[in-house]
């Protein structure tokens, strides 16, 4: 049906403050992904997970984490925000199979602006 | 410096043209190698994947890879209006477990009508 959904499209936050970043797919995907996107600097793996239950931290995972309770979601929480997390970020998932290339999925991203 | 380069353009020719879109590597690890393309405010999506050197065609798309200079081109023929996007590189070693793309800064091209 949809592929991957993120929530919200967009948000201003105060610094200092909570926010998660939902994301849900309906691929069946074992594999999920957070990156950002910045200028000049493309996109960066966040944190990533193999399958429900766990998860690993990739190139730029510090003030975030991630949880997997189940196959289908993978939120990204920032604990306390801070201006230099604003940036675009995107979702994405993937059919794990072995050592074998699987393609990759990518949401259509959440803007967060961090004042 | 980062473990890709990619020139970030912005890259503007007419319709019709070759646009040849080039990035640079420096670890010897990556055996896949990806082009993504990302309309404005959308997420990437994939055009093409490359597994070790090689080229490989897809329509007016072909994607080349020389791991001995550690370089990966995508060649467009044809260009139409249509094309104009950010293209991004992206690249991965062999793959255990989840797979964690390297990617290079993009490139925006536009094509002229």
């Known amino acids: 049906i949809a592929g991957i959904t993120q929530a919200p499209t967009s948000q201003i936050l105060a610094a200092g403050r909570r926010m998660t970043l939902r994301c849900t797919q309906d691929m069946r995907h074992n594999a999920m992904y957070w990156y950002r996107q910045d200028l000049g600097l493309g996109l960066r793996l966040i944190h990533y997970?193999?399958?429900?239950?766990?998860?690993g931290k990739g190139e730029v995972p510090d003030g975030y984490s991630v949880s997997r309770a189940n196959t289908d979601d993978f939120p990204l929480t920032l604990a306390s925000a801070v201006p230099s997390q604003t940036s675009v970020y995107f979702c994405?998932?993937?059919?794990?199979?072995?050592?074998?290339?699987?393609?990759?999925?990518f949401g259509p991203g959440t803007r967060l602006t961090v004042l | 410096q980062k473990e890709v380069e990619q020139d970030p353009g912005p890259l503007s020719v007419p319709e019709g043209a070759i646009v040849s879109l080039n990035c640079t590597y420096s670890n010897s690890a990556f055996q896949y190698f990806m082009w993504y393309r990302q309309y404005s405010r959308k997420g990437p999506e994939l055009l093409m994947y490359?597994?070790?050197?090689g080229n490989k065609e897809d329509g007016r798309f072909t994607a080349q890879v020389d791991k001995s200079s550690k370089y990966i081109s995508l060649f467009i023929r044809d260009s139409q209006p249509s094309d104009s996007a950010t293209y991004l590189c992206a690249m991965s070693p062999f793959i255990q477990g989840a797979q964690k793309l390297v990617f290079g800064q993009g490139t925006r091209l536009t094509i002229n009508p």
């Open positions: 997970s193999n399958t429900a239950g766990t998860t």
């Open positions: 490359t597994y070790s050197s």
């Open positions: 994405a998932s993937s059919r794990q199979s072995g050592g074998t290339y699987n393609e990759q999925f």
